[in-house]
């Protein structure tokens, strides 16, 4: 099993993309799902989380994304969607999507990545 991401790219700052996880083996409103940040030599950064089920959003007590990214359920396309706005060239990185061992969003929760997709990357460059 695993996620695959989708819509990664090139931007210019202040431009916008919307990332999608989906997988075609598992449903994945039965899991918490976490998005996930990492630039090369740099710790993995973890930008938002929505819970199974209802899909409440979640985001960690970071200023880094904080008001700029939205994430959402596409229950019907079976999919996990992670809207960025206002893109700085501090956000170039590979987006992974992964499942959540807890099936509510936290901190702990975000600890706990189970299955990963491959990794898409966003570049924000003039």
């Known amino acids: 099993v695993q996620l695959v991401e989708s819509g990664g790219g090139l931007v210019q700052p202040g431009g916008s993309l919307t990332l999608s996880c989906t997988a075609s083996?598992?449903?994945?409103?039965?899991?918490?799902i976490g998005w996930f940040r990492q630039v090369a030599g740099r710790e993995r950064e973890g930008v938002s989380c929505?819970?199974?089920?209802?899909?409440?959003?979640?985001?960690p007590d970071s200023d880094s994304v904080k008001g700029r990214f939205t994430v959402s359920r596409d229950q019907r396309k079976n999919t996990v969607n992670l809207q960025m706005n206002t893109l700085k060239p501090e956000d170039t990185a590979v987006y992974y999507c992964a499942t959540l061992m807890p099936w509510t969003c936290s901190d702990y929760a975000m600890q706990q990545p189970d299955i990963w997709g491959q990794g898409t990357q966003v570049t924000v460059s003039a």
């Open positions: 929505i819970d199974s089920g209802d899909g409440k959003p979640y985001y």
């Open positions: 083996e598992i449903t994945l409103n039965t899991y918490a």
